[in-house]
């Protein structure tokens, strides 16, 4: 596992290649393996393959968010609100399953901000893609992770971009307070 940790990087940058079948269903196995609260699972999934639709997710914010026109695949990501308070924090591993799982099969991927962002100075982010992809009102996108086959590898992280400085044990140490006094 720390082997995929090391080497996942946000990819926007892809080549034009269809993600296969088994792929596609294994990325959405992840998704729906993951852990909620009270075991809720407040997470519905909407995965975009058609090229024009990708270009409309690409269009959903002004900013971050163009990476998913060249992407084979984007999973919307949503949450009832109805059925968690912590929709957000659900949604979130969900997405991070999904990005982790891509990893894994030799995918890049990207994750792209939908909850509070907008798309102009009149609607949201969200409201944007509710009335592009027919999202009934009780959902709340939280994010779209764009996915698709690298087009660049970027270098793996290593031990040197750890920074155990925000690491402490047992009580909150303030380490830039310390670095201060000494």
């Given at each position: 596992?720390?082997?995929?940790?090391?080497?996942?990087?946000?990819?926007?940058?892809?080549?034009?290649?269809?993600?296969?079948?088994d792929?596609?269903?294994?990325?959405?196995?992840?998704?729906?393996?993951?852990?909620?609260?009270k075991?809720?699972?407040?997470?519905?999934?909407i995965?975009?393959d058609?090229k024009a639709?990708l270009?409309?997710?690409?269009t959903?914010?002004?900013?971050?968010?163009?990476l998913l026109?060249?992407?084979?695949?984007?999973?919307?990501?949503?949450?009832?609100?109805t059925?968690?308070?912590?929709?957000?924090?659900d949604?979130?591993?969900?997405?991070?399953?999904?990005?982790?799982?891509?990893e894994?099969?030799?995918l890049?991927?990207?994750w792209?901000?939908?909850?509070?962002?907008?798309?102009?100075?009149e609607?949201?982010?969200?409201?944007?893609?509710?009335?592009?992809?027919?999202?009934?009102d009780?959902?709340e996108?939280?994010?779209?992770?764009?996915?698709?086959?690298?087009?660049?590898?970027?270098p793996?992280?290593?031990?040197?971009?750890?920074?155990?400085?925000?690491?402490?044990?047992?009580?909150?140490?303030?380490?830039?307070?310390?670095a201060?006094?000494?």
């Amino acid at each position: 596992m720390l082997n995929i940790l090391y080497n996942r990087r946000s990819t926007r940058k892809f080549v034009n290649r269809k993600i296969e079948t088994d792929k596609i269903q294994k990325l959405l196995t992840a998704a729906l393996l993951a852990p909620s609260s009270k075991g809720s699972r407040p997470w519905e999934f909407i995965v975009v393959d058609d090229k024009a639709l990708l270009e409309v997710l690409a269009t959903s914010k002004p900013h971050g968010a163009s990476l998913l026109k060249h992407a084979a695949l984007a999973i919307i990501v949503a949450g009832d609100k109805t059925k968690s308070d912590v929709w957000v924090e659900d949604c979130a591993i969900a997405s991070i399953f999904i990005q982790l799982e891509a990893e894994a099969l030799g995918l890049g991927s990207c994750w792209v901000q939908i909850n509070h962002r907008f798309y102009n100075d009149e609607i949201t982010s969200n409201e944007y893609i509710h009335q592009n992809f027919n999202i009934p009102d009780r959902l709340e996108v939280l994010s779209v992770v764009g996915i698709g086959y690298k087009a660049v590898e970027r270098p793996p992280l290593s031990d040197l971009d750890l920074n155990w400085n925000k690491v402490s044990i047992n009580r909150y140490i303030d380490k830039t307070q310390e670095a201060v006094t000494e």
